[in-house]
């Protein structure tokens, strides 16, 4: 931008063309062109004020009045101090010239502008100006994102813009930190021009005219802290690089395009977290509700979360929130329908054919108590591939339950005063007191749960009793109907799932979840039904098994890819090229299957350990 | 929605004497005799006025069991006020107020007001520990004393106020640095230095950096 002896004076009245022409003879006649020529820019600058105006007379209008009142501050380009400047600098024939072009449609002055160098710096004059537009708005948004926000978000607002402002004024220093500010403003500048092309095909919206009056008071409001904003705005796009601004788009619609380019300012805001993008959501979607854009027509902006558009279908109801991608599985897996009995009566079931089953589908009948000793590993028998319909054999482990019990009771209670764990039995009354199986003051299943604790404690003495295990040990009681021995080993292979959850320690959120195996967390929504917690635990009992299972499926996969690549073999025949391409297509095939397995083998291993850790 | 302060508070004491009961009634006004048993760390809060100042008690409640203790040794920290409740029908609970007190004390900041609670003292009959070995405890090692009944409320609401007009004292007389949020206080959004510059007209909205 070339400094402009007459830009102070031009730029206080710049609101006013009118005033503009009184002005702008006086300080042309010093200049070296004859008073033709103030005639031939007065025309032009008239023109470009007309078309313009033409394209959306409030926008313009106010950010004329925003100008004018911030002319004399700041240092924001003004269209016609620089138009004046610049056409001074040029030669007459071009003028002339341009002024014929300026005269026609403005489609067609817009092709022409192309072509003539004049053009161009008339497009620059524009490119500023619309600049120092945009500058305006957003400074306005800023206030308005601060004065609306909720507290947490607009604090992190301020706090990335005042990153943003601190980097700018220290230009220096960005090598220092490379996550600085500096990089953020160069990302947010990023977003705002980035798609000028698509923008430029989107079709030009009606202005809505309640949010220009709300925008407009907050100009009014916010005018004390408008200096500040306007100066420092980082969000503005920097002025000295040319052709970067999305100007066909400020040409079809100012105000509507650079509320398009704040919405992508508000993606930045939004996308760090997930708590102040819920707090902060209403809001926003609110900001960005003016922007009456169809949603087919929307570019997307690689890498930020979509933007969310509300519809002007005005029905009161609130758009739904951006919908976020699924997890992706490692491997697709269909849920089998439940395990029902006719199922398990046709088939021959080993132990793992079993578990998978399980993990894939759980149970849809009650016949838990027959499998779970399977499932749960209770068997230990040499034979892997053991019958589970077969009844589970419960003598052995009858004896020895009843071996720990009768440990426990037979405690003197002089020698119970000093055992501290052995008391703390009390808890057991806090535990489901008001699902039905527990109901009731003097309650047996109670008593059943105080025994399998107790019994638990001469089991494992190192783990002893922890709070919690009675969460754990309540739902095994209810699916063994009572049967404490069985419940009691149900539970002492539950156990090897939880103890080596010792690092969950340092999981604080997440303690309860993982020591009670998230029992309390799905018994919220319903006390008295243990269903949904028996499905999940099922499935985390089972979940090992799986190991086969992706074995299985890498064999499988192997076998398709082989299947696959033949056909490709006889060709290489004709051309070495071809193969050696073929060659590493299908080293990297194999490296992958190789990775997979690796992977696989890693993960089995880990859930593996697990169990014999405990042991241990 | 407002506040001046927040305060943070720790509840600490073994299993069973009451601690859960103490919150529910001081945040929700009931009384539940049966009560799941507290598994690592439950939340609760309230508001509360000290000399016309709008204040956020935000309180951690802690599992009782020794089992749990690392968890809660790491709670300490951040935390303004402990209530340290003991069960007057059970001496043992008493008893075991030392060892809570020193794992309170090196854990926590070094300002952290803490009240001792004798819980249960509805239970006149069963009572086990007497008003003035507590009493004689809480003099002994400079803390507030009270016996509470969070079945009768009786004395809950009293427990839970007085430590907050102490840290409020405190906070007064400049022990607490309010701008450490490892003290366990907080700021109200309210108070942040921009608001009067803000000419929105909403008030809460500051973008001063004292509360976060």
Redo the contacts between chains.
Sequence with gaps: MEPSPSSNKASSSSSSTHQKRKHHPKKSSSSDAGSNLDRQQRRELRHIKKSLKKYDPKSLAEINREQQNQGRTNTNVNLTTASTSSVSASSNSQIIRSNRALKKEHRRQEKREKRSRHQDNLSDELRHYLGSAIKNSLGHMH?HI???????M??YY??VHDTLVFDANHDGNNDSNPTSGRQMMNEMHEFITADVEASSNRPSSSSNPAQQEQISSNVN??R??YHHYSSHNPYAPPMHKPGILPIKDFLHDPFNASLNTLNRVTNLVRVPTSQIYSHGYNILNNLASPVNVQPSTLSTVPGTAERIVRRDNDDGIPAPPPVLPLIQCTHHQTRLEPLDLEEFNVKTWTIETLRQRVFQGVFSEKFRLQIWPYILGLYDGDNDDEDCRKPFDWSSRQKLFEHYRSQWQSILPEQEKRF?LFR?Q??V??????HPFYNGDRNENLEKLKEILLTYMMYDFDTGY???M??LVSPLLYVAEGDTCKAFWFFVQTMEFTVTNNES?NC?FA??WI??QFK?EFMKSNSDDYQEVLLLWESIWTCSSMRKYFKNLLRQQRQQSAVEQSPNSNDQVSSTSESNIDNSQSEDVKNEESDLAIKIDEQCKIVDEQPTESDD | MSYAYLFKYIIIGDTGVGKSCLLLQFTDKRFQPIHDLTIGVEFGARMITIQNKQIKLQIWDTAGQETFRSITRSYYRGAAGALLVYDITRRETFNHLTTWLEDARQHSNSSMVIMLIGNKCDLESRREVRREEGEAFAREHGLIFMETSAKTAANVEEAFINTAQEIYDKIQEGVFDINNEANGIKIGPQLSPSSQKSSSGNPALGTGGGCC
């Design positions: 206030d601060i004065a609306t926000l909720p507290t947490e607009s604090l301020q706090k409001s916010s004390s802290n501290m703390e009390r808890d009354i806090r535990c489901d007191r008001t922890v709070q919690g009675s969460d320690v604080y303690f309860r020591v009670c309390r």
